[in-house]
Nanobody, 113 residues
Framework: QVRFVESGGGLVQPGGSLRLSCVAS????????MDWYRQSPGKEREPVASISRINNTWFAADLRSRFTISRDNARNTVYLQIDSLDPDDMGTYYC???????WGQGTQVTVSS
């Protein structure tokens, strides 16, 4: 069963940037689509970005201008770059394959001055 370890979150000021990483326990090349999800306080976990094996990307509404997703199959790693962070971006970020398997612990993003 593939496992994920997310990292890179933290406390940042509004307008700052973060690069989140997700390392899988096995090769991600065999997974066509990798997704990043966000669970904001009091809300359901929801997808925010995805990337296919051939680097087609998708972003939730209004996020495309500030979010960048990429994957490094050789390192079994998926990245999510978030620029111009604002309080609406706060939450715990998770990655997974599609359809999702077991969830990792996620990485917490807090935006506050």
């Amino acid at each position: 069963q593939v496992r994920f370890v997310e990292s890179g979150g933290g406390l940042v000021q509004p307008g700052g940037s973060l690069r989140l990483s997700c390392v899988a326990s096995e090769s991600i090349y065999r997974f066509n689509v990798m997704d990043w999800y966000r669970q904001s306080p009091g809300k359901e976990r929801e997808p925010v970005a995805s990337i296919s094996r051939i680097n087609n990307t998708w972003f939730a509404a209004d996020l495309r201008s500030r979010f960048t997703i990429s994957r490094d199959n050789a390192r079994n790693t998926v990245y999510l770059q978030i620029d111009s962070l604002d309080p609406d971006d706060m939450g715990t970020y998770y990655c997974n394959v599609r359809p999702p398997r077991d969830w990792g612990q996620g990485t917490q993003v807090t935006v506050s001055s």
